[in-house]
């Protein structure tokens, strides 16, 4: 079974500073996710990634996906309150056809003054 | 544009009554819908997942069933619940491309919180 790792499960860190969460993925994939998630909410998309090198930015995040080491990692730049979530990264099994995402246990980001 | 509901958002019920969840999807035609359940603190594991009306695939042997009765509506049940159902449950629906790598992304539901004491 395809397995997806995250690391940290949880972050704290201060307005303004950098950070990068990473999720690592057990086998071959052609599709990686990433969702946000606020408390007692759903999941909210914020980028897919398809390919090799893919590198996608939306305000103070930012993805990217490594396939050749099974690693994407989402970076956040400059973090602001309104950061403050659990962020989900979610694979595909290699030629799925179902739509069977795999996820990670989550990101716990919390951002503070 | 599409839209997914699912109902209710909240839940508390007794270990061994039924269950019944429904989640309906409008503005699209046959998609694929998918029931995933959210324990406390841990990630998102698919339960159901089915393709069309009456077909429905189990990914975890549980006490629980799923059923597509029309094209846009899935159903979770149960007859008997347990104290281990207890979790966030999210409906979930996508138009998946066979064979072809796209931007085919899985939409959820606003989720259903479950308490079974």
């Known amino acids: 079974e395809l397995k997806v790792e995250q690391n940290p499960l949880f972050l704290s860190m201060q307005e303004g500073k950098n950070y990068t969460i990473y999720c690592n993925y057990s086998?071959?994939?052609?599709?990686l996710y990433w969702y946000r998630q606020d408390p007692g909410k759903s999941l909210e998309s914020l980028f897919v990634?398809?390919?090799?090198?893919a590198v996608k930015q939306e305000g103070r995040l930012m993805a990217s996906l490594d396939t050749k080491a099974r690693l994407s990692t989402l970076h956040i730049t400059a973090a602001v309150h309104d950061l403050s979530a659990t962020y989900f990264c979610?694979?595909?099994?290699?030629?799925?056809?179902?739509?069977?995402?795999?996820f990670g246990r989550g990101t716990q980001l919390t951002v503070w003054p | 544009s599409q839209t997914i509901h699912q109902w209710p958002a909240t839940l508390v019920q007794p270990v061994g009554s039924p269950l019944s969840l429904e989640c309906t999807v409008e503005g699209t035609s046959n998609p694929n819908l998918y029931w995933y359940r959210q324990a406390a603190g841990r990630g998102l594991q698919l339960l159901f997942y089915?393709?069309?009306?009456?077909?429905i695939s189990s990914e975890v042997p549980q006490n629980l069933s799923a059923s597509r009765p029309q094209d846009r509506q899935f159903i979770l049940s149960s007859k008997k619940l347990l104290l281990s159902d207890s979790g966030f449950y999210l409906c979930a629906w996508s138009l998946w491309t066979v064979g072809i790598a796209t931007n085919e992304k899985l939409f959820f539901g606003s989720g259903t919180q479950l308490s079974v004491l």
């Open positions: 979610a694979v595909t099994s290699r030629g799925s056809t179902l739509g069977r995402l795999y």
């Open positions: 086998t071959t994939s052609d599709r």
């Open positions: 089915s393709v069309g009306i009456g077909q």
């Open positions: 990634l398809l390919s090799n090198g």
